[in-house]
Every structure is written in structure tokens, then in C-alpha cells.
């Protein structure tokens, strides 16, 4: 029986007199996808930016992998940020580095886990343009000459090039026009499944986790109010505002 790769109890985190998120617990297995979905203002960002440790709850654990994140140094976090985590921006422009070349984008991620051979460097920089599907001939071009959705799926590749073990995505196919998501997220899915990532992916777009996610968390005003299997939980929702999500995308 394997243990789960993250570990979330009673984790808040206030501003102020304002609560971004309390209460919130789960347990995320290894290869599992976990979907937070909630509308505007319901917590979603707060929780997954304290997951990933970028920004500090009041209260709570957070165990990855049989460590405590919260109790851990700096420099031993950002280790784990580089090498068995990924975190996938809403915006490819927080998480790529635009004045670089694609290939740089994706090749320094390499070399920051040790790896200084230029040519494997490049070598796996295309084949991963190549999976994401950006041809090959666009290596040395910036991100600024990429559309939106290309901006997004070389982000996805800077981040899985290093075959992180747990992935953090927040809204990654938010803004973008409708037939690019669902390229996106048919991308995505193959890529979570042939890698076997473990995913938390915060969305409001009960499509991206019907399609994406395995269990589903369903968040309002800061607090969990609804979690289960993602079938289970939008097939039949038990909790009033899960029934309001739900029949409010029917109607559209
Ligand atoms: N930096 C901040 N300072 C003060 N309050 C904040 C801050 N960030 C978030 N909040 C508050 O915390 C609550 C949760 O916000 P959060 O951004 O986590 O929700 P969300 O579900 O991610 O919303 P969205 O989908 O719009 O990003 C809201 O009431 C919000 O106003």
C-alpha cells in the first residue's frame, strides 16, 4: 500500500480579518489528479499557493512525501520547487522567461538539476517542443513571437521536462479561446497520464476537471464544502452550491 504523496490538514491562511482558506485537509495519492474548483474568491489560489510554499498559511500541515513543507528551510524547498515539483502558471508569462530562447526556457530547467552536456541539453529541449507540439524550428525563437496557447504549452514543458513527481497548475488553460483549451487540455491529459504525475489543478471550469481530474474538491468562501470522486461529485452533487456550479453550466 503506498502512502500519499501530499498531505493537507486544517490548512488556513487569513488576510487580514479576511479569510483566504480554512479547514482545508486531503490527501493526494500518487498519480492521482485533484481538481479544486470554486468560483471567484472562494480560496482556490490561496490554497495552492500555500501548497506549493509560496505563501506562508497561519495554520495547518502540509506533508509531501513524508516531509513536513512547512517546517522545512528555504533552500530545502526551493530544492524541491526545482527538481520534484512543477508549478503551471495561468499566465505563461509568470512561468516562462520571456527574453530567452524556447529552447533556453525549457534547457535551463536541465541544467538546473545538474545536467551540462549543451548537446542532450538541446537534444531533449527539442524533443520536448516536439511533445508539446511546437515544430521544431521555433527552438531559438522567444516566447514573444508564440501565440497565447504555444506560450502555455511551452510553459507545460519547462515544467515536466525535469519529470517532476507533483504538479500545481492553476487555471492553465484560463484565457485562452475555446478550441485552443481543448488541444490544451487533450495535451495535458496524455502527458499527466503516459507521466504519471500527481496534479493538484485549481480551475473554475468544471469542464477542464471533468476531463482532467480524479477526485474534485469544491470550495466556497474559503472553506471545502464537497469532495469525492469527480464523476460521483458532479453527477450527484450533495451540497447545495455543488448543485448551483453544476446546473449554472448546464444552462449555458
Ligand atoms: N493578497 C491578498 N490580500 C487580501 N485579501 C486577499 C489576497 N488574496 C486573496 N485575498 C482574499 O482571499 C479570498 C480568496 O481569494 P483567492 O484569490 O484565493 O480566490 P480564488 O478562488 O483563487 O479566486 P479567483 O478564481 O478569482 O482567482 C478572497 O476573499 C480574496 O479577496
Same mark, same amino acid.
Given at each position: 500500500?503506498?502512502?500519499?504523496?501530499?498531505?493537507?490538514? +486544517?490548512?488556513?491562511?487569513?488576510?487580514?480579518?479576511?479569510?483566504?482558506?480554512?479547514?482545508?485537509?486531503?490527501?493526494?495519492? $500518487?498519480?492521482?489528479?485533484?481538481?479544486?474548483?470554486?468560483?471567484?474568491?472562494?480560496?482556490?489560489?490561496?490554497?495552492?499557493?500555500?501548497?506549493?510554499?509560496?505563501?506562508?498559511?497561519?495554520?495547518?500541515?502540509?506533508?509531501?512525501?513524508?516531509?513536513?513543507?512547512? !517546517?522545512? *528551510?528555504? #533552500?530545502?524547498?526551493?530544492?524541491? !520547487?526545482?527538481?520534484?515539483?512543477?508549478?503551471?502558471?495561468?499566465?505563461?508569462?509568470?512561468?516562462?522567461? =520571456?527574453?530567452?530562447?524556447?529552447? *533556453? +526556457?525549457?534547457?535551463?530547467?536541465?541544467?538546473?538539476?545538474?545536467?551540462?552536456?549543451?548537446?542532450?541539453?538541446?537534444?531533449?529541449?527539442?524533443?520536448? /517542443?516536439?511533445?508539446?507540439?511546437?515544430?521544431? &524550428?521555433?527552438?531559438?525563437?522567444? $516566447?514573444?513571437?508564440?501565440?497565447?496557447?504555444?506560450?502555455?504549452?511551452?510553459?507545460?514543458?519547462?515544467? /515536466?521536462? #525535469?519529470? $517532476?513527481?507533483?504538479?500545481?497548475? &492553476?487555471?492553465? #488553460?484560463?484565457?485562452?479561446?475555446?478550441?485552443?483549451?481543448?488541444?490544451?487540455?487533450?495535451?495535458?491529459?496524455?502527458?499527466?497520464?503516459?507521466?504519471?504525475?500527481?496534479?493538484?489543478?485549481?480551475?473554475?471550469?468544471?469542464?477542464?476537471?471533468?476531463?482532467? !481530474?480524479?477526485?474534485?474538491?469544491? =470550495?466556497?468562501?474559503?472553506?471545502?464544502?464537497?469532495?469525492?470522486?469527480?464523476?460521483?461529485?458532479?453527477?450527484? $452533487?450533495?451540497?447545495?452550491? #455543488?448543485?448551483?456550479?453544476?446546473?449554472?453550466?448546464?444552462?449555458?
Amino acid at each position: 500500500m503506498s502512502a500519499p504523496i501530499l498531505s493537507v490538514r +486544517n490548512l488556513e491562511r487569513r488576510y487580514g480579518a479576511r479569510i483566504g482558506c480554512t479547514g482545508v485537509g486531503f490527501d493526494l495519492w $500518487p498519480g492521482e489528479v485533484l481538481g479544486i474548483v470554486g468560483e471567484s474568491g472562494s480560496g482556490k489560489s490561496t490554497l495552492l499557493s500555500c501548497l506549493a510554499g509560496h505563501q506562508r498559511p497561519d495554520a495547518g500541515t502540509v506533508t509531501y512525501d513524508g516531509r513536513d513543507v512547512l !517546517a522545512m *528551510a528555504e #533552500t530545502e524547498r526551493r530544492r524541491l !520547487a526545482r527538481t520534484e515539483w512543477a508549478y503551471v502558471h495561468q499566465h505563461a508569462r509568470d512561468g516562462l522567461r =520571456m527574453g530567452v530562447s524556447a529552447g *533556453a +526556457n525549457v534547457g535551463e530547467r536541465l541544467m538546473a538539476v545538474g545536467q551540462r552536456h549543451y548537446g542532450d541539453i538541446r537534444a531533449a529541449a527539442i524533443d520536448w /517542443l516536439d511533445r508539446v507540439e511546437i515544430a521544431q &524550428d521555433r527552438v531559438d525563437d522567444r $516566447p514573444q513571437a508564440f501565440s497565447g496557447g504555444m506560450q502555455q504549452r511551452l510553459q507545460i514543458a519547462r515544467n /515536466l521536462v #525535469t519529470g $517532476p513527481r507533483l504538479v500545481f497548475m &492553476d487555471e492553465p #488553460t484560463g484565457g485562452l479561446d475555446v478550441s485552443v483549451q481543448a488541444r490544451l487540455l487533450d495535451l495535458l491529459r496524455g502527458l499527466v497520464r503516459d507521466m504519471g504525475l500527481s496534479v493538484v489543478i485549481v480551475t473554475h471550469d468544471l469542464a477542464v476537471v471533468r476531463l482532467l !481530474a480524479d477526485r474534485l474538491m469544491v =470550495m466556497k468562501s474559503g472553506r471545502v464544502v464537497e469532495q469525492g470522486l469527480t464523476d460521483q461529485v458532479l453527477d450527484d $452533487p450533495q451540497h447545495g452550491y #455543488t448543485q448551483l456550479l453544476v446546473s449554472s453550466v448546464l444552462q449555458v
